[in-house]
């Protein structure tokens, strides 16, 4: 079969399927179509959900950071947590700017592809930081602010106490993390990447 | 827009969305829920169309994401059940029982999801223009890989008659 074979048949397909498709207008009706509109913006209204909440946390963490200025352990878990909550916010200011830079009703299909991709690749690398960094410094400081501050006990009060509890859980955390890493944040990152290259080359190519 | 303008939108291009279905899941549950999803785009980004683009351009764009997607999405969502939702139904015609197309659906099977939409546009005749808009790369490059698709076919249909 040749390629003026190949379309004829396919001419005749399409006037077979003329004659015999038909359209279920009943489901059609039927169905709430708009529903969908909300499942996409799932992860945006997460992401700007996200955001108002580092908003909000960012000035309690700096009025606790003054309370406690005269404690440097607490005036440095303070600047951690605000800094960290700044990553934070940051992250999420980037991750919403390549959520709306998708334009799903527009875009050529390449170009959709490869924005997707980039949202993907943002998202995961984001994530990594918030997992990785931004979680453990902000429970850590938070417990040690809101224990400092609702109960008035001091985490560094007592390091012997403090040590033997906190060491051997980090321990296991850190062991944990790299094997996630390892296994499901660099594995994705990588196939995302390979589909970047994959786009980029098909533009190219010709 | 109304279900009934949305509805006559559908209708005018219920056949392109079936093949499009047909090429990118050729598994008959898979099918229905790429064909619901479409729908479900079309009706979700009709209030988006501003005239900027060809009607027919517009939708083979939007369709052909969402296939590509879905194409490429891991297989880990919510399937709804397929006899749940039959939007289109070939009645007294099954593509399968027809051996020719059914050989062009084996040959668009074996392409890679960006070649299988390049040849779905060749085969609907669209001008490479037109297909060049839809995909977002050149003319020139649309020529290349027509080219080079029409290789892979002849090879494809040598290895057959074998």
């Known amino acids: ?44 209204s997460y992401e700007v959900a ?10 309690v963490f700096i009025f606790l950071s003054v309370l406690y200025r005269s404690d440097n352990s607490m ?20 991750k919403i700017r390549l959520f709306y830079q998708i334009d799903y009703y527009n875009q050529p299909v390449l170009q959709l592809q490869e924005r997707l991709a980039l949202l993907k ?23 040690v602010l809101a224990l400092q501050h609702i109960r008035g006990i001091n ?22 993390t790299v094997f996630i890493n390892k296994y499901l944040y660099d594995k994705k990152l990588s196939n995302v990447e390979a589909l970047l290259k994959e786009l980029r080359n098909y533009q190219q190519e010709g | ?33 790429l064909e619901q999803e479409i729908i479900i785009q079309l009706w979700t980004s009709m209030k988006r169309y501003n005239g900027s683009v060809k009607m027919s351009t517009w ?8 296939a590509i997607s879905h194409y490429r999405a891991e297989q880990k969502r919510n399937h709804i059940p397929a006899e749940n939702f039959m939007f289109l139904q070939a009645a007294e015609y099954d593509p399968q029982t027809d051996e020719q197309i059914k050989q062009l659906y084996l040959f668009i099977e074996q ?22 808009e839809i995909l977002g790369i050149t003319e020139s490059n649309v020529s290349t890989k027509i080219n080079r698709i029409k290789q892979q076919l002849k090879l494809f249909f040598q290895k057959e008659m074998q």
């Open chain 1, 155 to 176: 985490l560094f009060g007592d390091i012997s106490f403090f040590l033997p509890i906190v060491l051997p859980g980090l321990l296991v955390a850190w062991g944990g």
């Open chain 1, 121 to 143: 690749s943002g998202i995961l690398s984001a994530r990594k930081i918030e997992v990785f960094f931004l979680l453990p410094i902000l429970f850590f400081t938070a417990l």
């Open chain 2, 111 to 132: 392409l890679n999801y960006l070649d299988k939409a390049l040849m779905l546009l060749y085969l609907e005749e669209t001008k490479q223009k037109e297909i060049a």
């Open chain 2, 59 to 66: 939708i083979y764009r939007i369709a052909l994401n969402t």
């Open chain 1, 1 to 44: 079969m040749d390629i003026n074979e190949f379309k004829s048949a396919w001419l005749q397909h399409d006037r077979k399927l003329s004659e015999n498709l038909s359209i279920n207008e009943a489901l059609l009706k039927k169905i709430n179509l708009d529903r969908s509109r909300k499942e996409l913006n799932k992860p945006l």
């Open chain 2, 1 to 33: 827009m109304h279900k009934e303008e949305f509805i006559s939108i559908i209708k005018e291009y219920k056949n392109l969305i079936y093949k499009i279905c047909h090429a990118y899941c050729p598994n008959p549950a898979d099918h229905k829920d």
């Open chain 1, 50 to 59: 996200s955001f108002f909440l580092f908003i909000l946390l960012i000035p």
């Open chain 1, 75 to 94: 005036l440095i878990s303070g600047i951690l947590a605000v800094a960290a909550l700044v990553l934070g916010l940051l992250l999420c200011i980037r």
